[in-house]
């Protein structure tokens, strides 16, 4: 498979007539781990919810395309399949349908009909990879998410994401909610996924998460673009010095996408 | 983005008819004669006769229900209310007529028997035409015949038990199905027995205009235990037939009984039904109920525990498409002390489909320390379905615990776009949705059933959402 | 002279009350129409409740000719309700349907707030009262409607204009003392308005069999926020028809606050309807079952309106060989998209004989909405009153706080604290201690 390319630029989105992002633009490619991080409301899960296609946002201009083909005119299952993985910061419980079956219908979505997988060889990776990320094997016959714990949910999107094989992975907020210990076992699935056929997008306000999934891009926003580039170092200063050093760079008093602009 | 519903007539797969068999068929409408000439093919004791004519006045007597669903195009006298398909039950597969096999075998009676059934007994039109049981359940007295058949052979037992539990003076269509019934399954269970693989029955309407009013009398007794699985068909005619059943379960101390339907009727019936098991002390009754097919489904399976710490409970799943209501629900009765019983109804609307919850929990002066749990969740898949919660909890005891729960919703916007981004297509992630919703219910089921209830609902769903 | 007339309804007693209350032309038909058909209607039929036994149209006919209006005692039973030293208050106190007191502070009267006995806003502002008068309520609804139209009598007139927000409760209380009970309140809050009224009723003599058959009506315009709390405390030889109703219009808001203290037979029925996009109702009731009263209780709320939101709350507890329905009923119309819906029915069962019902009805005809309710039946809980024991609290008294705890949701939110005080009284009688 040739390196994946996902390419945003200009990105202009609304929620409810409200503008959130104002003009993003970001390119990731295979190989590469980018970090987005900024403080609350600074529109960095919207940038997350767009890419996968939620119905609430509303792209106003600006492209996103994906291996050159245009992410914006595919609905969300389609962008599944052409690649994209979103893990979700509130992923959805769905009553009544085991984790098996749910991974089993993702997959063989993606495969297409007449390929499907094989019943045996679906359960063999998912109980390698489910011993993988330490997760109990009686999480296969549960419902999705249904009553699971934080770090239970978290797991769970990052064990999709190694079962799914995504292009590009993009990680909300994924580290929300964890302790060290499962936040180790998170960051342990995306490096083991880490390789020039996935890019991998963390977006996160914590520095922490990045000592154990190495970025080669640190991205900070506010006010719904991307104000500061850099290396990993950029993600240190932050952690050291908070975000108010940067906003004084820029002359921003309220980095939120809330103010006028 | 909504597609156009198709027509529910296309999808109903068993809507095939085949040619008239039957050997005898009655007038149409409901007369004096009409029952008499009923009880006299069938050979009748005097007293059942009897029976069925004093059941007639109260059919008479008792107006038209109000409640519930419409029955304004239901007439009565454009009704054949007896169809002789042929000579007797026969024993063997082979000896049921040509035409009749046919059917039953394009249902696949009774190919499933051989595979997890102890018995299977089949009804076409109005009388049981294949019965056949496994011989080690016979050796063990288990008895499980056609309702006629038993009358004749168990006299005692039957008229012991018969109309015990669902009296003709109850309602005016189990009047009516007293006044006429025909088929059905007897079974009765001895003490002890425990009866591991199902029971199965199952009823094909194939006349147009046709009445089928079986008649099913189940007795448990004592530390007996038994599954009876039945399910039902019909083709499908331009005019109304009416199904009418009455099933009366009677489960003695210490017993356990599960009831499992499978309702898919053609859309052009009328599914009036009285379901009702008396659970004495210790005994368990579980209902699972399933309603597919029909055109008005009224049917609310009830329990009463009579005896101490007796217990009940109700699955039911309603799913009503274009032009169909389901009326159903549950009634848990409880009359002793320390009885216990649990409800859970998921109820889907669609199409413009009126899916109703409709149920009874009843405590009455000595059910203290008895407990019902009661869960009601629907599902309206679209703009134009409806659906109504309308649960009525009566205690009349302060020592009871009494828990109702209910919700209504749509397919949320959230779980759609969970399944969808990891590119599940939205069709198959709402059916994925709705087989979740109704999992409670199809976990339940046996094997084989569960795997024709899961193809029945998908088969429902398919390109029928927009 | 004020008369009394025993129970012939007829056109005369019609006429001769509309005439000495020189009620326009159009009042006089509306109560001969009604007047017709009640005569005409049978008895009512509710699902759960058979009151083809009670009486609900024996009783004596009060006629106000004048001269009890002059009377401004406060009676010394509501006394303690009112605090006459503020200035802060504004309260119509009617006997038997006459008024004998009358205060509204002059800073609403110069803002335009109309307060005044629905008998004096015929004469003074009839077009507004005929333009609401039975509108939400329908005099042919059934034969109580019918014969409420027909006899009211007494009753109060609120009017509150656009933007004016009334910090202190409003206040009516209606005694009877010998005859029927026929009060017809009537408010209307325009666009933006807040109010709080408090509505109490009470009989005084315990022998007397009293009929009370009142409307409530309460228009809620745009924005406007109406609160209305209401106690009931009729004796147990009464009976009681209470039949309440408000139209909310977009964005405003209904709170009802029930305290069904009566001692008798008890029709209670509550309708809100949301008629346009969000709208919103609340409603908490109460109830003690004592006695061998019965009563059949309905919430009811209608959303019309897209993103309505509503919340039904009942609670009763039951003593006794008393019978109580509690029905709630949400119906989501089509097209009232993105509405919410919340029900919780909870009896507590005290007494072996007692018998609560409750019917927590959902009828969803628009497939957008979210509706959902609970309901829940049984003695109070062991686990609960061992826990206060186990922090050195005597078993009465945990009972007696789980039970107040129970009844909090409604006696918290009485505005008056005279009348919350009563309230409690009432309840500490009702469960005899």
Redesign the interface.
Known sequence: MSQPKLTIEDLQVSVEGKKILKGLSLEIKGGEVHAIMGPNGTGKSTLASTL?????YKVESGSVTLNGENVLEM???E???KGI??A?QY???????TNA???R??IN??RGEGNEISLIKFVREMEKKMSFLEMKESFAQR??NEGFSGGEKKRNEIL?MMM?KPQIAILDEIDSGLDIDALKVVAKGVNEMKGPEMGVLVITHYQRLLNYIKPDYVHIMMQGRIVRSGGPELAEKLEAEGYDWIKEELGIEDETVSQRS | MTKKAPDIQDEYKYGFKDEDVSIFRSEKGLTREVVEEISKMKGEPEWMLEFRLKALENFEQFPMPEWGGDLSELNFDDITYYIKPSEKAEKSWEEVPDQIKDTFDKLGIPEAEQKWLAGVSAQYESEVVYHNMQKELEELGVIFMDTDSALKEYPEIFKEHFGTVVPPSDNKFAALNSAVWSGGSFIYVPKGVKVDIPLQAYFRINSENMGQFERTLIIVDEGASVHYVEGCTAPIYSTNSLHSAVVEIIAKKGATIRYTTIQNWAPNIYNLVTKRAVAEEDATVEWVDGNIGSKLTMKYPAVIMKGPRAKANVLSIAMAGKGQHQDAGAKVIHLAPDCTSTIISKSISKHGGKANYRGLAL?G?NSQGSKSNIKCD?L????I??????????????????????????V????L??????????Q??IQ??I??????FTKELPMEYAVEMNRLIKFEMEGSIG | MSVTINTNFDENLVTHLSNVKKEPEWMLDIRLKALEVYKQLPIPRFE?TRIDKWNIDQFEFFIDEGDEGNQVDIPEDIRSMIDVNTENRSVIIQRNSALVHHYLPKSLGDQGVIFTTLDNALQEYPDLVKKYFMNAVKFDENKLTALHAALWNGGVFLYVPKNVEIEFPLQSVYLAEKAGLLPHVLIIAETNSNLTFVDYRFSTDHNVSYIHNGVVEVYVGEGARVRFATVHNFNKNSYDYSYRRAIVKRNGRIEWVMGEMNFGNTISNNTSLLKDSAASADIKSIFIGTGRQKADLESKVIHEGDHTESKILSRGI?LDQATAIFNGITK?EKGAVKSNAEQAEN?L???????????????????????????????VNQNDIYYLMSRGIPKDEAERLIIHGFLASVVSRIPIEGLQEQLEKLIERKLKR
Request: without cysteine; charged residues 25%; hydrophobic residues 40%.
């Open positions: 996968m296609g939620h119905p609430k609905a969300t299952d962008r599944a399949r993985f979103l979700m992923p959805s419980e769905i009553s009544g349908v079956d749910f991974l219908s993702a979505a993606r419902y999705v999709q799914l | 405590f002066r629907t309206i898949l679209d703009e379905s409806t659906s109504d919660t309308i649960p009525h909890n009566e205690v009349q005891n302060n020592d009871i615990t009494l828990e109702h729960e209910a919700t209504v919703s749509k949320s916007e959230e779980q776009f969970y399944l969808m981004s990891r590119g599940i297509s939205e198959d992630a994925m949705i087989m979740g919703f109704i999992e409670p | 759960k039951m989501m009896i069962m005290l007494s072996k004989e007692a018998r609560g019902d409750a019917n927590p009805i959902l009828l969803i005809d628009e497939h957008d909405v979210m509706a959902g309710h609970a309901a829940s039946a049984g003695p």
